[in-house]
């Protein structure tokens, strides 16, 4: 997956969370949020190019939407600085 397909996705899903909203007449968004998950082979292998940069762009585009994260990892490729990214954006490994 690309960083455009992955910011294809998060649109689709604001997209869909608010076509919902709007066709059933809710006026509150999920008080748990929503997920995304990473996973299949080594998701950590994408740190940089997919995991970081999308999860930047679900907080900076979609401010107001609380979305969850999760990372399906073996744990080898983790550092203190990814492990400091994920506990300060509702990351789950």
Not at 41 to 67: H, R, V
Not at 76 to 82: F, H, I, R, S
């Amino acid at each position: 997956m690309t960083f455009e397909i992955a910011k294809q996705a998060v649109d689709q899903l604001y997209y869909n969370i608010m076509k919902i909203k709007k066709d059933f007449n809710i006026d509150h968004l999920s008080h748990n949020g929503y997920s995304i998950f990473f996973f299949g082979g080594e998701p950590l292998l994408c740190y940089d190019s997919i995991i970081k940069p999308t999860i930047e762009y679900c907080k900076e585009k979609y401010p107001e939407i609380f979305f969850n994260y999760n990372v399906t990892t073996n744990g080898t490729l983790l550092t203190e600085d990814k492990i400091e990214f994920f506990t300060n954006n509702n990351v789950v490994l």
